[in-house]
Nanobody, 123 residues
Framework: QVQLVESGGGLVQAGGSLRLSCAAS????????MAWFRQAPGKERDIVATINYSGARTTYVESVKGRFTISRDNAKNTVYLQMNSLKPGDTAVYYCAGSSLTIATTGAEYNYWGQGTQVTVSS
């Protein structure tokens, strides 16, 4: 079973940056697509970015394109989300997720979840 632990959240002013990390246990990390989701208060959990097993293919929700970058280091079993030019609308709990597939771009394809890390962007 894969376990995911996020870190790196916090409080930042608008325009600032944060880097989230997600450490994964399990020998299948290198074969798993990974993603970041977020859930704002009173809203559904939405996909933010995905990365395939090798890191060669990434996808982003339109609202974060050009500001966020997802990456992975398979040697360290870790996936990252670099967030730049943060806006108050980015405030949410951010979740790391893993898939049994090597590439997965929709929420329904993810079945391993971290506990979440809070990101708060002040104006």
């Amino acid at each position: 079973q894969v376990q995911l632990v996020e870190s790196g959240g916090g409080l930042v002013q608008a325009g600032g940056s944060l880097r989230l990390s997600c450490a994964a246990s399990g020998r299948t990390f290198g074969y798993s697509a990974m993603a970041w989701f977020r859930q704002a208060p009173g809203k559904e959990r939405d996909i933010v970015a995905t990365i395939n097993y090798s890191g060669a293919r990434t996808t982003y929700v339109e609202s974060v394109k050009g500001r966020f970058t997802i990456s992975r280091d398979n040697a360290k079993n870790t996936v990252y989300l670099q967030m730049n030019s943060l806006k108050p609308g980015d405030t949410a709990v951010y979740y790391c997720a893993g898939s049994s597939l090597t590439i997965a771009t929709t929420g329904a394809e993810y079945n391993y979840w971290g506990q979440g890390t809070q990101v708060t962007v002040s104006s």
